[in-house]
């Protein structure tokens, strides 16, 4: 499996960014989740969806102002951010899960796109 994240960019705070992961190479019928790492920190959970997209979760950080979907005809996850806030600062990872179970832990997931990152000015 290959993953293309793009849609990063440089924004002032209270705006909006839409992250995109293209997925290559396997039938899109994967879990896929976002993390984030910001200089200095850890990479953290920011939210996951199951293979239909009828199943999703978020980090209690950005829970009501980030929206994750998918279009599974083409094999794209989405991760659309409003009201961002500097603290989203971040290089924002895509990856792929065989399973939505423990969809919060970077060890679940077994594919990861390259990275896209996003800049929230104050």
């Known amino acids: 499996v290959q993953l293309q994240a793009s849609g990063g960019g440089l924004v002032q705070a209270g705006g909006s960014l839409r992250l995109s992961c293209a997925a290559s190479?396997?039938?899109?019928?994967?879990?896929m989740g976002w993390f984030r790492q910001a200089p200095g920190k850890e990479r953290e959970f920011v939210s996951a969806?199951?293979?239909?997209?009828?199943?999703?979760n978020y980090a209690a950080s950005v829970k009501g102002r980030f929206t994750i979907s998918r279009d599974n005809a083409k094999n794209t996850v989405y991760l659309q951010m409003n009201s961002l806030k500097p603290e989203d600062t971040a290089v924002y990872y895509c990856?792929?899960?065989?399973?939505?179970?423990?969809?919060?832990?970077?060890?679940?997931?077994?594919?990861w796109g390259q990275g896209t990152l996003v800049t929230v000015s104050s």
């Open positions: 190479g396997r039938t899109f019928t994967l879990a």
């Open positions: 990856a792929t899960s065989p399973y939505y179970r423990n969809y919060a832990w970077s060890s679940s997931y077994d594919y």
């Open positions: 969806i199951n293979w239909s997209g009828a199943t999703t």
